[in-house]
């Protein structure tokens, strides 16, 4: 079964500035999708940004840009030029290729400082 | 299009009672997904439909817990003898689904929050 892990339960950013965070997950199989998930307090749970394993370029969507490393099965997501309204959790998440469900991380809660 | 809406999205009731939530798609999506989600934790798969027929449940779906999806368009979800610990966000999620449908985008609901006394 596959698992995804987020080591850093919160993390804070000041505002404009830049943070990382952090996902592993551990699969077997060779081609599969990975997603982050923004789930602002009380709000509906939103896409951020997503990956293709077969892909070797790193996606990016404006201000998000992951750091994907297939062989240490690490993906990590960066924001940059942080905004107040970044502050959320998220949420990393596996899919398989063909697959219906997906399998999350337990989450980091981002604060952005004033 | 709305988005993908559900119902209540409070519960509070009496432990050993029953619960129905409701959840209604984006029109288009063919694929159903409903999700627990508690306190600190990353959302956790119960189980999801294609159209009408039900295609995989979680072993967290006991037998407490059933879904439908009748006419392949809004689901229920029911939990009978309520207990404690099915207190939680219950989230659902949409798509279209076919070969390949990993790729494709999950919309998720508001959610039901459910506390069981």
């Known amino acids: 079964a596959q698992t995804v892990t987020q080591s850093q339960p919160e993390m804070s950013v000041q505002e404009a500035e830049t943070v990382t965070l952090s996902c592993t997950y551990d699969?077997?199989?060779?081609?599969?999708?990975l997603f982050w998930y923004k789930q602002p307090p009380s709000r509906q749970m939103i896409l951020v940004i997503r990956q293709e394993a077969y892909k070797q370029q790193n996606a990016t969507e404006n201000r998000f840009s992951v750091n994907f490393q297939k062989a240490a099965k690490s993906f990590s997501l960066k924001i940059s030029d942080s905004q107040l309204g970044d502050a959320a959790m998220y949420f990393c998440?596996?899919?398989?290729?063909?697959?219906?469900?997906?399998?999350f991380g337990d989450g980091t809660t981002l604060t952005v400082k004033p | 299009d709305t988005g993908v809406s559900q119902n209540p999205r409070h519960k509070i009731t009496k432990r050993g009672q029953n619960v129905t939530f409701r959840c209604d798609p984006i029109s288009e999506h063919n694929r159903l997904y409903w999700y627990r989600q508690t306190l600190g934790q990353g959302p956790e798969f119960l189980t999801y439909?294609?159209?009408?027929?039900?295609?995989?449940k979680s072993r967290l779906l006991s037998d407490r817990f059933s879904a439908e999806r009748p006419k392949g368009s809004f689901s229920t979800l029911e939990i009978q003898r309520t207990e404690q610990g099915d207190s939680a966000m219950y989230l659902c999620?949409?798509?279209?689904?076919?070969?390949?449908?990993?790729?494709?985008?999950?919309?998720f609901g508001p959610g039901t929050r459910l506390l069981v006394l």
């Open positions: 999620a949409s798509n279209f689904g076919g070969r390949g449908a990993g790729q494709e985008t999950q919309y």
């Open positions: 439909f294609q159209n009408e027929a039900q295609l995989e």
């Open positions: 998440a596996y899919r398989s290729t063909n697959a219906g469900k997906s399998t």
């Open positions: 699969t077997s199989e060779s081609d599969y999708y």
